[in-house]
């Protein structure tokens, strides 16, 4: 079996997104006609269907900015565990300096 060639990874604004949401949400097209069209894979354009579906409230699940909120808190709190851990090493070592 032949394997695919892995795409390279692209960004999309949110202005595109939400444009190819409306064009899958109209009904002319179906989700595979939009998929082919513009060059995206069916799991993406879903994806981004069923996130705002969410935004829009008609679906339960994080909103965006939820995911965004989740996604600094994350961040900082593993920024704070590495604080946390560098300032038990230090106090271990002034410990043993100055025994």
Not at 8 to 13: A, D, H, N, Y
Not at 17 to 41: H, M
Not at 82 to 94: G, H, P, S
Request: with cysteine.
């Amino acid at each position: 079996m032949g394997k695919k060639k892995a795409r390279p990874r692209r960004s999309f604004t949110p202005e595109f997104k939400a444009e190819i949401v409306e064009l899958c949400r109209r009904g002319d097209r179906s989700v595979g006609q939009v998929v082919e069209e513009f060059d995206l894979t069916e799991t993406l354009v879903r994806q981004w269907v069923r996130q705002a579906e969410v935004d829009a409230g008609r679906r339960e699940g994080l909103t965006s900015s939820e995911r965004e909120e989740l996604a600094a808190l994350r961040r900082e709190n593993r920024r704070l565990r590495e604080d946390v851990d560098v300032l038990k090493r230090a106090t271990v070592f002034f410990d043993k300096e100055t025994r």
